[in-house]
């Protein structure tokens, strides 16, 4: 093996690595690239691209796209999770502060099933965003208003 094979495997596991720190956290490129910069191991960020694309043709990281002014968002998907909803998330987007927070729950996969069964529709779940408000800039909303 050579030493551009073992670096390319090496930023790869790195990569991973960070990724699973991150478990249950949606992250872009460049927070990983900033990862790398603070630990002085800078990566990159074609190399990231290019790991973060193979390691979703492996199955171990889900690619988001919210929107067309958003980077894509890259997620670890555990094991456990893959065998209870088959990787399937869904996603509520802040309209103010772009806030991304994961649904991981049995309720929307009744919804999603009920649309499939009765409107003959299939989601796409790496595609689904419900729009809104977070806590946060609701509360501060109604704190302004007062």
Same mark, same amino acid.
């Given at each position: ?13 790195? =990569? ?26 800078? =990566? ?10 193979? /390691? ?27 065998? =209870? ?17 994961? /649904? ?7 919804? =999603? ?7 003959? @529709? @299939? ?6 965003? @419900? ?16």
């Amino acid at each position: 093996m050579n030493n551009k094979t073992q670096y390319k495997t090496k930023q790869k596991t790195e =990569i991973m690595d960070y990724l699973i720190s991150m478990s249950g956290t949606h992250v872009t490129v460049s927070d990983v690239s900033r990862h790398f910069e603070k630990k002085g191991n800078p =990566i990159g960020v074609t190399t990231i691209y290019r790991q973060l694309d193979r /390691l979703v043709e492996e199955g171990v990281v889900n690619k988001y796209i919210t929107d067309s002014t958003s980077p894509a968002c890259y997620e670890y998907v555990e094991a456990e999770h893959k065998k =209870i909803r088959g990787g399937n998330c869904y996603h509520c987007k802040c309209d103010k502060c772009g806030k991304l927070v994961h /649904l991981h729950c049995e309720e929307i996969e009744d919804l =999603i099933r009920h649309i499939e069964k009765n409107h003959k @529709f @299939f989601i796409n779940p790496k595609k689904t965003v @419900f729009y809104g408000l977070c806590d946060e800039c609701r509360e501060n909303e109604e704190d302004a208003a007062v």
